[in-house]
């Protein structure tokens, strides 16, 4: 068993976490008293959730990637790595996490399990492995509020490669997660989500890394879900990426562009959030890190527009 330090690529997914629909620059509303908290509270979760998962995946293509890639900066902070077990032909890493991760912003417990066939490497195109979140218990330090995260998901290795080959064997990684978690929040309610998450990386890892998601499922007649299920409040949303989101390790792994759609068809409420404006509300096209980002909500006849600032 081994304690190692882990390098986090940075919050991946950014969107409507911590905001709301009010003290912003508003362009337009057709009714300001319409009552968004339910959308507002859908993205909150959502970015939650799945900075959490995010962050299991990071530490699973850590571990999978072996000896390829043995940086301290590259293990998980405050974990300890079992010895990995083999039964039939899998073999099962074991990550058990016990205190704050590398930026020190939340605290972990529980534990994530990686399985994956014997003499598989996760460098070959196609490799998959599953990776299992066990009563992870996440805990934002800047409020106290914390989540619990049990769930399967498949990864799996699409292009092959491992990240650190960006830039020299390979041009591009794509990654592919497709599963199912529940989450437990504070006040004992919970949410249970689908997920088929594409990520593609290029560029280098030496602070030139771009992440761009895609969301590639099917459901109840919408395509291009990135999640999708029921939240905290019993109703049935899906989330569809519109246009590739685009992120980037130069910006903090801000969104500088893309379209994603947030839809809760029993409410009739919709929000299109699109990436990569200023303060002024004008595209960012210079290169720049854009700082906010816009919200066009619909909720029956009514509708509205907002630009609101990256947390």
Same mark, same amino acid.
């Not at 530490?59 to 000896?67: P, Y």
């Not at 043995?70 to 079992?82: F, H, M």
């Not at 919408?222 to 390790?249: C, D, H």
């Given at each position: 068993?081994?304690?190692?330090?882990?390098?986090?690529?940075?919050?991946?997914?950014?969107?409507?976490?911590?905001?709301?629909?009010?003290?912003?620059?508003?362009?337009?509303?057709?009714?300001?008293?319409?009552?968004?908290?339910?959308?507002?509270?859908?993205?909150?979760?959502?970015?939650t959730?799945?900075?959490?998962?995010?962050?299991?995946?990071?530490?699973?293509?850590?571990?999978?990637?072996?000896?390829?890639?043995k940086?301290?900066?590259?293990?998980?902070?405050?974990?300890?790595?079992?010895?990995?077990?083999?039964?039939n032909?899998?073999?099962?890493? $074991?990550?058990?996490?016990?205190?704050?991760?590398?930026?020190?912003?939340?605290?972990?417990?529980?534990?994530?399990?990686?399985?994956k066939?014997?003499?598989? $490497?996760?460098?070959?195109?196609?490799?998959?492995?599953?990776?299992?979140?066990?009563?992870?218990?996440?805990t934002? #330090?800047?409020?106290?509020?914390?989540?619990?995260?049990?769930?399967? #998901?498949?990864?799996?290795?699409?292009?092959?490669?491992?990240?650190?080959q960006?830039?020299?064997? $390979?041009?591009?990684?794509? $990654?592919?997660?497709?599963?199912?978690?529940?989450?437990?929040?504070?006040?004992?309610?919970?949410?249970?989500?689908?997920?088929?998450?594409?990520?593609?990386?290029?560029?280098?890892?030496?602070?030139?890394?771009?992440?761009?998601?895609?969301?590639?499922?099917?459901?109840?007649?919408?395509?291009n879900l990135?999640?999708?299920?029921?939240?905290?409040?019993?109703?049935?949303?899906?989330?569809?990426i519109?246009?590739?989101?685009?992120?980037?390790?130069?910006?903090q792994?801000?969104?500088v562009?893309?379209?994603?759609?947030?839809?809760?068809?029993?409410?009739?409420?919709?929000?299109t959030?699109?990436?990569?404006?200023d303060?002024?509300?004008?595209?960012?096209?210079?290169g720049?890190?854009?700082?906010?980002?816009?919200?066009?909500?619909? #909720?029956?006849?009514?509708?509205?527009?907002?630009?609101l600032?990256?947390?």
């Amino acid at each position: 068993m081994k304690t190692t330090n882990f390098f986090r690529f940075g919050v991946l997914v950014i969107a409507l976490a911590g905001l709301t629909f009010t003290g912003c620059k508003k362009d337009k509303t057709t009714d300001t008293a319409v009552n968004t908290q339910s959308l507002q509270q859908l993205s909150k979760d959502e970015v939650t959730v799945t900075q959490i998962s995010d962050d299991a995946l990071n530490d699973a293509n850590t571990v999978l990637s072996g000896g390829t890639n043995k940086s301290t900066e590259n293990w998980p902070c405050n974990a300890t790595i079992d010895s990995a077990t083999v039964a039939n032909d899998s073999i099962t890493y $074991h990550i058990t996490y016990n205190g704050d991760n590398c930026p020190g912003n939340r605290t972990r417990t529980g534990q994530v399990t990686i399985t994956k066939k014997v003499g598989q $490497h996760w460098g070959e195109a196609g490799a998959t492995t599953t990776v299992r979140l066990i009563n992870l218990t996440i805990t934002k #330090k800047s409020n106290g509020k914390s989540m619990t995260v049990n769930g399967t #998901k498949v990864f799996t290795n699409v292009s092959g490669g491992y990240l650190w080959q960006l830039g020299g064997i $390979h041009s591009s990684i794509v $990654h592919r997660a497709v599963g199912a978690l529940s989450a437990t929040f504070d006040d004992n309610t919970t949410r249970l989500w689908y997920i088929d998450r594409q990520r593609t990386f290029t560029g280098t890892l030496g602070g030139g890394l771009v992440m761009t998601i895609d969301g590639l499922g099917t459901a109840d007649g919408y395509n291009n879900l990135v999640v999708w299920g029921i939240n905290r409040n019993g109703e049935t949303f899906y989330t569809q990426i519109a246009q590739s989101v685009v992120f980037k390790a130069t910006c903090q792994w801000d969104p500088v562009a893309g379209v994603k759609i947030y839809q809760i068809p029993s409410d009739n409420k919709k929000a299109t959030v699109t990436y990569g404006y200023d303060a002024n509300g004008n595209l960012v096209t210079n290169g720049d890190c854009p700082g906010y980002f816009k919200v066009d909500w619909v #909720k029956g006849n009514n509708s509205g527009t907002y630009f609101l600032p990256l947390p």
